[in-house]
Protein backbone atom coordinates (compact mmCIF):
# COMPACT_ATOMS: atom_id res chain seq x y z
CA UNK A 1 0.00 0.00 0.00
CA UNK A 2 2.28 2.47 1.02
CA UNK A 3 4.87 1.88 -2.22
CA UNK A 4 2.81 3.19 -4.85
CA UNK A 5 1.93 6.31 -2.62
CA UNK A 6 6.11 7.05 -1.98
CA UNK A 7 5.97 6.55 -5.85
CA UNK A 8 3.35 8.92 -6.78
CA UNK A 9 5.39 11.42 -3.94
CA UNK A 10 8.71 10.89 -6.00
CA UNK A 11 7.12 11.19 -8.97
CA UNK A 12 5.25 14.52 -8.28
CA UNK A 13 8.47 16.02 -6.57
CA UNK A 14 10.56 14.82 -9.51
CA UNK A 15 8.08 16.87 -11.74
CA UNK A 16 7.59 20.00 -9.75
CA UNK A 17 11.67 20.15 -8.80
CA UNK A 18 12.69 20.55 -12.84
CA UNK A 19 10.50 23.10 -13.24
CA UNK A 20 13.63 25.75 -14.25
CA UNK A 21 13.79 28.08 -16.52
CA UNK A 22 16.92 29.43 -17.92
CA UNK A 23 17.45 32.96 -19.11
CA UNK A 24 20.34 35.52 -19.91
CA UNK A 25 22.55 32.44 -20.44
CA UNK A 26 26.09 33.85 -21.76
CA UNK A 27 29.89 32.91 -21.08
CA UNK A 28 32.23 35.34 -21.28
CA UNK A 29 34.54 35.89 -24.45
CA UNK A 30 38.10 35.83 -23.58
CA UNK A 31 41.83 36.48 -24.68
CA UNK A 32 43.42 33.38 -26.52
CA UNK A 33 46.10 32.81 -24.05
CA UNK A 34 43.13 32.59 -21.25
CA UNK A 35 42.54 29.29 -19.70
CA UNK A 36 39.53 30.40 -17.46
CA UNK A 37 36.27 31.87 -18.16
CA UNK A 38 33.16 32.25 -16.75
CA UNK A 39 29.30 31.85 -17.32
CA UNK A 40 26.19 33.80 -16.41
CA UNK A 41 22.40 33.48 -16.15
CA UNK A 42 19.19 33.78 -14.20
CA UNK A 43 17.58 30.93 -12.68
CA UNK A 44 14.08 30.64 -12.04
CA UNK A 45 12.64 28.60 -9.68
CA UNK A 46 8.99 28.33 -10.63
CA UNK A 47 7.93 25.35 -8.48
CA UNK A 48 7.21 25.11 -5.17
CA UNK A 49 10.15 23.59 -3.97
CA UNK A 50 13.92 25.04 -3.20
CA UNK A 51 16.28 23.09 -5.39
CA UNK A 52 19.71 23.69 -5.72
CA UNK A 53 22.38 23.76 -8.91
CA UNK A 54 25.17 21.06 -8.00
CA UNK A 55 27.56 20.93 -10.77
CA UNK A 56 27.99 21.67 -13.95
CA UNK A 57 30.10 20.38 -17.07
CA UNK A 58 31.39 21.44 -20.46
CA UNK A 59 32.89 19.80 -23.45
CA UNK A 60 35.16 23.48 -23.94
CA UNK A 61 36.53 23.07 -20.47
CA UNK A 62 38.35 20.37 -18.51
CA UNK A 63 36.47 21.29 -15.38
CA UNK A 64 34.07 23.53 -14.59
CA UNK A 65 33.32 24.59 -11.02
CA UNK A 66 30.50 27.26 -8.97
CA UNK A 67 31.75 30.06 -7.50
CA UNK A 68 31.19 33.29 -5.72
CA UNK A 69 32.94 36.38 -5.32
CA UNK A 70 32.23 38.46 -2.42
CA UNK A 71 33.64 41.83 -1.90
CA UNK A 72 34.42 42.53 1.79
CA UNK A 73 36.95 46.00 3.21
CA UNK A 74 37.33 46.63 -0.27
CA UNK A 75 38.84 43.13 -1.18
CA UNK A 76 37.95 40.89 -3.62
CA UNK A 77 37.53 36.90 -2.91
CA UNK A 78 36.40 34.38 -5.11
CA UNK A 79 35.49 30.99 -3.63
CA UNK A 80 34.27 28.11 -4.78
CA UNK A 81 30.53 26.43 -3.69
CA UNK A 82 29.23 23.25 -3.57
CA UNK A 83 26.08 23.98 -5.01
CA UNK A 84 24.26 27.36 -5.59
CA UNK A 85 20.68 27.23 -3.71
CA UNK A 86 17.72 28.32 -6.03
CA UNK A 87 14.72 28.75 -3.47
CA UNK A 88 11.14 28.34 -4.25
CA UNK A 89 9.78 30.49 -6.67
CA UNK A 90 12.69 33.04 -7.10
CA UNK A 91 15.36 34.08 -9.54
CA UNK A 92 18.73 33.67 -8.64
CA UNK A 93 21.30 35.48 -10.75
CA UNK A 94 24.37 34.46 -11.32
CA UNK A 95 26.32 37.67 -12.89
CA UNK A 96 29.52 39.55 -12.78
CA UNK A 97 30.61 40.05 -9.43
CA UNK A 98 28.58 37.75 -7.90
CA UNK A 99 27.87 33.87 -8.99
CA UNK A 100 29.22 32.20 -11.75
CA UNK A 101 29.92 29.34 -13.49
CA UNK A 102 33.75 28.93 -14.00
CA UNK A 103 35.23 26.95 -16.62
CA UNK A 104 38.98 26.19 -15.86
CA UNK A 105 41.30 24.63 -18.32
CA UNK A 106 39.67 26.04 -21.35
CA UNK A 107 40.13 23.42 -24.52
CA UNK A 108 39.97 26.18 -27.17
CA UNK A 109 39.59 29.62 -27.01
CA UNK A 110 35.81 31.38 -26.36
CA UNK A 111 35.00 33.61 -28.86
CA UNK A 112 31.89 36.00 -29.38
CA UNK A 113 29.81 34.59 -31.54
CA UNK A 114 30.34 30.84 -31.01
CA UNK A 115 28.38 28.94 -28.51
CA UNK A 116 29.72 26.47 -25.71
CA UNK A 117 27.36 23.39 -24.37
CA UNK A 118 26.63 23.16 -20.70
CA UNK A 119 25.40 20.70 -18.71
CA UNK A 120 23.77 21.45 -15.27
CA UNK A 121 22.90 19.06 -12.91
CA UNK A 122 20.57 19.60 -9.61
CA UNK A 123 20.20 18.22 -6.07
CA UNK A 124 17.05 16.42 -7.22
CA UNK A 125 18.57 14.06 -9.70
CA UNK A 126 17.59 16.10 -12.80
CA UNK A 127 19.92 17.82 -15.57
CA UNK A 128 19.46 20.66 -18.11
CA UNK A 129 21.40 20.83 -21.09
CA UNK A 130 22.02 23.72 -23.37
CA UNK A 131 24.09 26.08 -25.74
CA UNK A 132 24.89 29.21 -24.91
CA UNK A 133 25.96 32.23 -26.89
CA UNK A 134 29.96 33.69 -26.03
CA UNK A 135 29.43 37.51 -25.10
CA UNK A 136 31.62 40.24 -24.83
CA UNK A 137 32.80 41.17 -21.04
CA UNK A 138 30.62 44.11 -21.81
CA UNK A 139 27.41 42.89 -23.07
CA UNK A 140 24.94 43.20 -20.11
CA UNK A 141 27.33 45.23 -17.66
CA UNK A 142 25.13 48.50 -17.36
CA UNK A 143 23.08 47.29 -14.93
CA UNK A 144 25.46 46.69 -12.91
CA UNK A 145 27.85 49.76 -12.69
CA UNK A 146 27.57 52.19 -10.44
CA UNK B 1 36.84 85.87 31.04
CA UNK B 2 36.49 81.96 30.42
CA UNK B 3 33.64 83.15 27.76
CA UNK B 4 35.57 85.33 25.69
CA UNK B 5 38.31 82.27 25.25
CA UNK B 6 35.16 79.79 24.96
CA UNK B 7 34.03 82.23 22.06
CA UNK B 8 37.68 82.94 20.24
CA UNK B 9 37.62 78.95 20.48
CA UNK B 10 34.32 77.74 18.88
CA UNK B 11 35.24 80.88 15.79
CA UNK B 12 38.19 79.55 15.51
CA UNK B 13 36.53 76.41 14.92
CA UNK B 14 34.07 77.83 12.63
CA UNK B 15 36.50 79.68 10.25
CA UNK B 16 38.66 76.15 10.17
CA UNK B 17 36.19 74.09 9.65
CA UNK B 18 35.00 76.10 7.01
CA UNK B 19 38.33 76.63 5.38
CA UNK B 20 38.60 72.95 5.53
CA UNK B 21 34.96 71.84 3.57
CA UNK B 22 36.15 74.59 1.14
CA UNK B 23 39.34 72.66 0.70
CA UNK B 24 37.90 68.87 0.98
CA UNK B 25 34.88 69.39 -1.00
CA UNK B 26 36.10 71.46 -3.71
CA UNK B 27 35.69 70.18 -7.03
CA UNK B 28 39.35 70.99 -8.46
CA UNK B 29 40.34 68.28 -5.55
CA UNK B 30 39.89 64.92 -6.46
CA UNK B 31 41.48 63.75 -3.50
CA UNK B 32 41.55 65.18 0.10
CA UNK B 33 45.82 65.99 0.04
CA UNK B 34 46.67 63.82 2.70
CA UNK B 35 45.58 61.12 0.89
CA UNK B 36 47.13 61.90 -2.08
CA UNK B 37 50.42 62.70 -1.36
CA UNK B 38 51.09 59.26 0.86
CA UNK B 39 50.41 56.59 -2.07
CA UNK B 40 51.63 56.30 -5.51
CA UNK B 41 54.55 57.10 -6.87
CA UNK B 42 57.50 55.79 -9.37
CA UNK B 43 57.97 51.70 -9.87
CA UNK B 44 59.85 49.59 -12.14
CA UNK B 45 58.68 46.12 -13.54
CA UNK B 46 58.90 43.72 -16.26
CA UNK B 47 56.62 43.35 -19.68
CA UNK B 48 57.10 41.96 -22.90
CA UNK B 49 59.59 44.68 -24.35
CA UNK B 50 62.01 44.36 -20.71
CA UNK B 51 62.46 46.72 -17.75
CA UNK B 52 59.35 49.44 -17.97
CA UNK B 53 59.03 51.80 -15.06
CA UNK B 54 55.62 54.57 -14.70
CA UNK B 55 58.07 57.15 -15.21
CA UNK B 56 58.36 56.22 -18.72
CA UNK B 57 54.75 57.50 -19.60
CA UNK B 58 55.20 60.97 -18.08
CA UNK B 59 52.99 62.63 -20.44
CA UNK B 60 50.28 60.15 -20.93
CA UNK B 61 47.56 59.30 -18.47
CA UNK B 62 47.58 55.65 -17.01
CA UNK B 63 45.58 53.46 -15.80
CA UNK B 64 46.85 51.03 -13.79
CA UNK B 65 44.86 47.95 -12.39
CA UNK B 66 46.77 44.77 -10.11
CA UNK B 67 45.31 42.03 -10.76
CA UNK B 68 45.90 38.32 -12.18
CA UNK B 69 44.91 36.15 -15.96
CA UNK B 70 43.64 33.52 -13.78
CA UNK B 71 40.92 36.18 -12.70
CA UNK B 72 37.67 34.61 -14.54
CA UNK B 73 35.38 37.74 -13.79
CA UNK B 74 36.46 40.83 -12.14
CA UNK B 75 40.27 41.40 -14.11
CA UNK B 76 38.11 40.79 -17.73
CA UNK B 77 35.35 43.24 -16.36
CA UNK B 78 38.04 45.97 -15.16
CA UNK B 79 39.96 45.26 -18.32
CA UNK B 80 36.21 45.26 -20.26
CA UNK B 81 35.38 49.22 -18.98
CA UNK B 82 39.72 50.35 -19.43
CA UNK B 83 39.05 49.31 -23.31
CA UNK B 84 35.64 50.34 -23.65
CA UNK B 85 36.24 53.87 -21.73
CA UNK B 86 39.82 54.23 -24.00
CA UNK B 87 37.94 53.50 -27.13
CA UNK B 88 35.90 56.46 -26.41
CA UNK B 89 38.72 58.75 -26.97
CA UNK B 90 40.08 59.89 -30.37
CA UNK B 91 42.32 58.55 -31.76
CA UNK B 92 44.86 60.97 -30.82
CA UNK B 93 43.56 61.01 -27.23
CA UNK B 94 44.03 57.40 -27.24
CA UNK B 95 47.92 57.63 -28.31
CA UNK B 96 47.83 59.94 -24.37
CA UNK B 97 46.39 57.30 -22.20
CA UNK B 98 47.39 53.36 -21.00
CA UNK B 99 46.06 51.02 -19.40
CA UNK B 100 48.82 48.88 -17.19
CA UNK B 101 47.63 45.45 -15.63
CA UNK B 102 49.84 44.33 -13.03
CA UNK B 103 49.73 40.48 -12.31
CA UNK B 104 50.15 39.81 -8.96
CA UNK B 105 50.52 36.00 -9.68
CA UNK B 106 54.05 36.00 -11.59
CA UNK B 107 53.66 31.74 -11.14
CA UNK B 108 51.36 31.74 -13.49
CA UNK B 109 51.23 35.03 -15.26
CA UNK B 110 54.21 35.51 -17.78
CA UNK B 111 55.17 38.96 -19.08
CA UNK B 112 54.52 37.26 -22.52
CA UNK B 113 50.76 35.81 -22.04
CA UNK B 114 50.28 39.09 -20.45
CA UNK B 115 50.63 41.20 -23.08
CA UNK B 116 48.27 38.95 -25.42
CA UNK B 117 45.92 38.90 -22.51
CA UNK B 118 45.82 43.11 -22.55
CA UNK B 119 45.98 43.80 -25.99
CA UNK B 120 42.90 41.55 -26.30
CA UNK B 121 41.41 43.82 -24.41
CA UNK B 122 41.94 47.42 -26.24
CA UNK B 123 45.54 47.53 -28.05
CA UNK B 124 46.54 51.12 -25.12
CA UNK B 125 46.47 48.52 -22.36
CA UNK B 126 50.02 46.54 -21.66
CA UNK B 127 50.86 44.18 -19.20
CA UNK B 128 53.66 43.77 -16.54
CA UNK B 129 54.82 42.17 -13.65
CA UNK B 130 57.63 41.03 -11.23
CA UNK B 131 59.07 39.01 -8.71
CA UNK B 132 56.82 38.51 -5.94
CA UNK B 133 59.26 41.41 -3.08
CA UNK B 134 58.65 43.95 -5.97
CA UNK B 135 54.98 43.24 -6.16
CA UNK B 136 54.53 43.73 -2.81
CA UNK B 137 56.38 46.90 -2.41
CA UNK B 138 54.31 48.64 -5.31
CA UNK B 139 51.09 47.69 -3.95
CA UNK B 140 51.98 48.38 -0.80
CA UNK B 141 53.19 51.83 -2.42
CA UNK B 142 49.09 52.47 -3.39
CA UNK B 143 47.61 51.23 -0.75
CA UNK B 144 46.38 48.18 -2.43
CA UNK B 145 45.84 44.70 -0.98
CA UNK B 146 46.31 41.24 -2.66
CA UNK B 147 46.88 37.64 -0.62
CA UNK B 148 47.27 33.82 -2.10
CA UNK B 149 44.34 31.91 -0.89
CA UNK B 150 45.10 27.91 -1.40
CA UNK B 151 42.01 26.48 -2.89
CA UNK B 152 42.44 22.40 -2.13
CA UNK B 153 39.13 22.08 -3.47
CA UNK B 154 39.37 23.48 -6.85
CA UNK B 155 40.86 23.01 -9.93
CA UNK B 156 42.45 26.33 -9.69
CA UNK B 157 45.14 25.01 -6.81
CA UNK B 158 44.83 29.00 -5.68
CA UNK B 159 43.12 31.92 -6.31
CA UNK B 160 44.07 35.72 -5.01
CA UNK B 161 41.66 37.81 -2.58
CA UNK B 162 42.66 41.20 -3.87
CA UNK B 163 41.39 45.10 -3.56
CA UNK B 164 39.88 45.75 -7.10
CA UNK B 165 40.65 49.46 -8.20
CA UNK B 166 41.75 51.53 -11.09
CA UNK B 167 44.34 53.53 -9.99
CA UNK B 168 44.47 57.19 -11.87
CA UNK B 169 47.66 58.33 -12.74
CA UNK B 170 47.78 61.68 -14.53
CA UNK B 171 50.74 63.04 -16.96
CA UNK B 172 52.74 64.30 -14.02
CA UNK B 173 53.30 60.72 -12.51
CA UNK B 174 51.14 61.61 -9.88
CA UNK B 175 48.09 59.44 -8.29
CA UNK B 176 45.07 61.39 -9.52
CA UNK B 177 41.99 59.00 -8.25
CA UNK B 178 41.31 55.71 -7.04
CA UNK B 179 38.50 54.42 -9.00
CA UNK B 180 36.21 51.41 -8.59
CA UNK B 181 36.47 48.09 -10.94
CA UNK B 182 33.11 48.55 -12.35
CA UNK B 183 33.14 51.97 -12.93
CA UNK B 184 30.71 53.25 -15.51
CA UNK B 185 33.35 53.20 -18.98
CA UNK B 186 31.62 56.53 -19.95
CA UNK B 187 32.65 57.99 -16.34
CA UNK B 188 35.99 57.12 -17.11
CA UNK B 189 36.41 58.28 -20.12
CA UNK B 190 34.88 61.65 -19.03
CA UNK B 191 38.07 61.30 -15.84
CA UNK B 192 40.24 60.25 -18.81
CA UNK B 193 39.51 63.08 -21.06
CA UNK B 194 39.29 65.53 -17.89
CA UNK B 195 43.67 65.33 -18.34
CA UNK B 196 43.71 65.44 -22.12
Given at each position: MRLPLTALLLATNLAVAADLSVTDARARAVPPTAEISAAFMTLTNNANEDVALVSAQSSVAESVELHTNSMTDGKMKMRRIDQIELPAQQSTKLEPGGLHIMLIGLKKPLKMGETVDLELSFSDGTNETMNIPVEH?????KKGMH | MRNWILFSALGLAVVAGAYLSFELF??????PRYAQSSIGGDFTLRSVDGEISLSDYLGEVVMVYFGF????DVCPTSMGVMGTAIKQLSPAQQQKVRGLFISVDPQRDTPEELHAYTQYFSDRIFGATGTQPQIDAIIKQYGAYYSFVPMEDSALGYTVDHSARIYLIDPQGNLADVLAHDINPVELHERLAAYL
Open positions: VMTGM | SPKTPLMSCP
